[in-house]
């Protein structure tokens, strides 16, 4: 709801812009088992089927390093098939929250930051992305 708000403010009613806020489906059938590299690829199919040509994606701010590294590769991997579609943009969900309530947001906002369990991703976020880019993902 917060982010569909955010989004909502910033990028609806822009001359010759049509604008909608997507959730992915869960009934939604999914082409091949679940994982980072697969999601980028619904998400980009989803986008073509429904004409769109911009994409904002909002994840954790943890996963957005790897998160480009696997949305350019399925960009890349699609071809033409998204040709029509601009560069996606990424968004860091914690800067969403705090950009539109930081009184609201701001404590969960680091509560998560100093984690053990935010720590420990990051490391195996890195650990993704080097597995990604030497193709043993």
Not at 5 to 27: C, M, S
Not at 115 to 135: H, I, T
Request: with cysteine.
């Amino acid at each position: 709801e917060v982010m569909s708000q955010w989004l909502d403010e910033r990028y609806a009613g822009r001359p010759g812009f049509k604008f909608h806020t997507i959730v992915w489906n869960r009934g939604r059938e999914f082409s091949q088992p679940s994982n980072t590299a697969q999601e980028f690829i619904n998400i980009l199919d989803v986008a073509v089927e429904l004409r769109c040509t911009r994409i904002v994606i909002v994840t954790v701010g943890v996963h957005v390093p790897r998160a480009a590294v696997f949305l350019s590769h399925a960009i890349v991997q699609g071809g033409m098939k998204y040709s029509e579609l601009s560069p996606p943009v990424l968004l860091r969900s914690e800067e969403v929250l705090l950009t539109a309530d930081s009184k609201r947001w701001g404590p969960r906002v680091r509560q998560l930051r100093e984690s053990k369990s935010f720590a420990r991703n990051w490391e195996r976020e890195a650990s993704g992305m080097r597995d990604w880019v030497l193709d043993q993902y």
